[in-house]
């Protein structure tokens, strides 16, 4: 079953802004990672956070967590048109093998 | 590094058939992949959990005889939609795992999906 949920479902900005998306889960976690994917294809695995974890960085993205709140924030600043996307978030737990997906953001990215 | 290849890209095939779609990890061993479907605008499903030479483990209301798993080998993994319907018709995506040893994260690599297109 899906746990995760995000918001906003949906997002267009001007290139240039900066574009954030929320993930929210319910159980303990032991990493939360985001994905891209473009319209049709697979997916691009952006970055991963541990548990243990508040925020990382990489490049133009960066993650928050916040395991008190269950939550997670993915910044990607200075945007551009190639980061039209869907993105997801995706939860493993504590011995646990396999992800369970946010139901993804829709990022649209206007010139 | 790390990659992950599916076959076909794309099928269209004609209602009560089957569909056999390979997931295959190109550069390393995988002793578990996962299968995942995904409807247009939606995100992914997880359909099962596929292990290197035993069953595979499939997610609640997921049909284990109409979606057949097979792990014959750590380089392959095979579903087979049988008696295929026009609900059906989704995306499929597999993932292998790269075990990363103990005490490390064991890494998904997401294979580019296989569109299925049931008339």
């Known amino acids: 079953s899906q746990q995760g949920e995000e918001d906003p479902q949906a997002l267009s900005i001007q290139e240039g802004e900066n574009a954030t998306m929320n993930c929210s889960y319910k159980?303990?976690?032991?990493?939360l990672q985001w994905y891209r994917q473009n319209s049709g294809r697979g997916l691009v695995h952006l970055i991963l956070?541990?548990?243990?974890?508040r925020e990382k960085h990489s490049g133009r993205l960066r993650v928050t967590l916040d395991t008190s709140k269950k939550s997670s924030s993915l910044l990607i600043t200075a945007s551009r048109a190639a980061d039209t996307a869907s993105y997801f978030c995706?939860?493993?737990?504590?011995?646990?093998?396999?992800?369970?997906f946010g139901q993804g953001t829709r990022l649209t990215i206007n010139p | 590094g790390a990659v992950v290849s599916q076959h076909p890209s794309w099928v269209i095939c004609k209602s009560g058939t089957s569909v056999k779609i390979e997931c295959r990890s190109l550069?390393?061993?995988?002793?578990?992949m996962f299968w995942y479907r995904q409807f247009p605008k939606q995100s992914l499903m997880l359909m099962a959990t596929?292990?290197?030479?035993?069953?595979?483990?499939?997610e609640q209301g997921v049909e284990k005889d109409k979606f057949l798993i097979n792990h014959a080998s750590l380089t392959l993994s095979t579903l087979t939609v049988t008696s295929a319907h026009p609900e059906d018709s989704s995306f499929y995506i597999c993932?292998?795992?790269?075990?990363?040893?103990?005490?490390?994260?064991?890494?998904?690599?997401f294979g580019p999906g296989t569109r299925l297109t049931v008339l």
């Open positions: 993932s292998a795992q790269l075990a990363g040893g103990p005490g490390t994260y064991n890494e998904q690599f």
């Open positions: 159980t303990s976690i032991n990493n």
């Open positions: 956070i541990r548990s243990n974890e």
């Open positions: 995706a939860t493993d737990a504590w011995g646990a093998q396999k992800l369970v």
């Open positions: 550069d390393f061993q995988a002793t578990t």
């Open positions: 596929s292990n290197e030479g035993s069953k595979a483990t499939y």
